[in-house]
């Protein structure tokens, strides 16, 4: 607890030396431009002012300084001053005291530089002057040797302090003896070093987080698997990260998701760490334990968000009996069902989508809009059939088998090709409509051009959105939907032997990667393989046999598309697929996704098991309580059970990037000094300030840093920097959200829910950091100023 700081504390000589320093750095700011002459009032008040602060005692200072800055401040509104190199109210907040052969000098560092040397003032920018390094770097009573330059300096930091400095006013010191914080009375008081913060106790807790004792140990599958891994004893802690054996006591609300029925799909809904992924690969290693003959590893895959959770899920299969199911990521899935399907589609992909376009092809209606186009399809060769057949001896046979052909194009193009191949056609019907099944049977290889031709048809899309979709697509998002597909379906320019110098940003559309001409967009490849299922009635590749998946598993599944949804289930044998996750972790928005059960009405699946699992094992109750808090008026309205409980969640509010910076990279290194086996992210918004943390803290020599951009983790030991896109479904001892700023977390929806994944990241240990007003989403009352 914070003790009132006597005159006779060892650390009352550096408050007095501190605010003394501080006065004296603002004084000469605020008088910086002042000339020999008076040029009105200001300037004489401020030389007043300058005189009366000279001989001041150090008491008096603060509200002589005050008058000062009020008066530099309305100086240079009224265009009487230049502006200054720093803010006279938070010029700084580091302070070193050097020792270099023999002689000891004051470094400040600030976010702009100011040196006046006969003032005896150097003030230095943390971000790139070299001397700022010292303090990045060294502790005090630390002997220092740094290259600056084309120099060598060696010496001795004799003091490192961090100072916080609110509207003018000195508010904090801390040094290693101690912390001296202010109220706002003018008190004093010492904090001593044990009781500051700290990252510690956590290492290993998002590797194995302790759960409650089963309430349920029933069934041969459990038993096996708890036999077969040595549960029981004490749990070791693995400076491998990777998910563990997960065979660990399964409540009984989980076993019996696990044991759901075979056919449909389950839907396991749960927050943040509450088993969704365990249940999920449990269920998959249950289907094939309980009927191998059914649910064939091989003919089985479990599906998940990221590249790197491949591996991560990987590890674990192995342990349930069933390392054959392939693991891939849902992205990886379509792209193989694409090529496969149509190996004559050479197109590049894209990564660009423009924002109307994408909303729609994610959209369920999207799925109507398929339909509704084979529908046409379907009626207009019905109708070119009848027309070609009309008079020909035999002809109407011909049309009743292709109408009793089947429900599928593909069906009925086999059903007449067999009539006409078969001996049952007239010679002039199969004369007639040998070249018409030869081009109908390229259309259904190759459809690119006939679903292009639907998805750029303004009559079909307006009729379709109007009906399932209404009041919620205007007239130029169809424009946009319809200029988009059109320019795709367009050849790209050959500009190879044009002169680069003469193209034109508007005409050399063949050289822009923007340009969608002869491409597929990130959304095309599920659109190509949900319109082949409708044509055929399944995954049907060119002269192969259909391919049916025994099971589908798919982690993360909350940013699918309905489409998505629909391809995967009926890629499966009864629609059998299980869909692990949670509304409140979306990261996106413009899919038509609201909850569960309003998505899975819009599809064509018969059975739909929704269930909701309620403990939240990984993070601890504080976490939880605030990450619920975030989401506000998002939360589901029946809390989450956390049954364990940890450090407590705590935000810290600095005046600039530096003093956040070296605040992180002190707590940093101590962490991992302290705990090897450590497992931390420092989580951003977005990536660019991923960057700079990651720049930042690296001048700092913060140990085991990695920048992790693309979903590169390696889940070992360590502190991995990275944006909040990249960290769906991973876990963390510590997590630092740094940079929860107002302008990055808005009180938006997105922001509720980015700001509640990466909270819900941390199995132990949670903080806030942030250099500008934060967030009006986290509870204020976390904060404290450093």
Known sequence: MPTPL???HPLWPVLEEERRLLARVQVQLATLDLGPTTRGDYDRELLDLRDQASEARLEDLPALIDQMLQAQAIRSQRGMGAALPANPRSPYFAHLKLSERGRVRDVLVGKRSFIDAAAGITVVDWRNAPVSRIYYRYDEGDAYEEEFGDRTTEGTVLARRTVSIQDGRLTRVRTPSGTLICDAKDTWFVLDPLEGPELHGGAGAAVRPPREQAAHQGGSFQKRQKARLGLGGEETLREDKRLPEIAA??????????????????VLQGGAGSGKTTVMLHRVAFLHFARPERFRQKHMRVLVSQKQLVAYIGRVLPSLDVAQVPVMTVEEFLHRARTALFPGLRRP?????????????????????????????????????????????????????WDGGGRTLHARHVALSRFLHGGGATQPVQDRLHGWMRELGRALDQPLDDLQEALSDRALLTRVLERDAPGQFRAEHITAMVDWVARQATEREDLSDIDPDARTPVDARGDDEMDPAERLDPHDEAILVRYHQLLRGGLLPPGGNLVEYDHVAVDEAQDLSALDIQVLA?????????????????????????????????????????????????????????????????????????????APVEGFRFAE??????????????????????????????????????????RA???????VSRQDFTFTPGIDVTDVTQ????????VVLAGTDAASYADSVESRHALHIGATRAAHQLWFTVHRPPSPLIPAALFTTV
């Open 349 to 401: 992909r894209m990564e660009y989508c423009p924002d109307a376009v994408a909303r729609l092809k994610k959209h369920p209606a999207m799925l109507k809009i398929l339909e509704a186009a084979v529908e046409q399809r379907t009626a207009a060769l019905r109708e070119e059939l009848v027309d070609l057949c009309a008079g020909l001896r035999g002809g109407e046979a011909a049309v009743t088998r």
């Open 701 to 707: 020599e913060v140990p085991h840093l990695r920048r």
């Open 6 to 8: 006597a005159p006779d």
């Open 727 to 734: 960290i769906k479904g991973l876990e963390y001892d510590y």
């Open 657 to 698: 990037m530096g003093e956040e910076v070296a605040f992180l990279a002190e707590a940093l290194r101590g962490v991992m000094g302290r705990e090897r086996s450590a497992n931390v992210a420092l989580i951003t918004r977005y990536a660019a300030q991923a960057d700079a943390y990651y720049e930042a803290l690296a």
């Open 249 to 266: 006591l399964i409540d009984k609300p989980q076993f019996d998701l696990i044991t759901r029925p075979e056919t449909g799909v389950v």
């Open 570 to 646: 009926d890629a499966t044998r009864h629609q059998s697929i299980t869909l692990a996750g949670d509304t409140a972790q979306r990261l996106v928005f413009d899919n038509g996704f609201d909850t569960w059960t309003g998505l899975l009405e819009k599809l064509r699946i018969p059975t739909v098991d929704v269930s909701t699992l309620k403990v939240a094992y990984r993070s601890t109750a504080e976490v939880t309580q605030v990450a619920r808090a975030i989401l506000g008026p998002l939360a589901d309205p029946d809390p989450p059970r956390a049954p364990r409980h940890g």
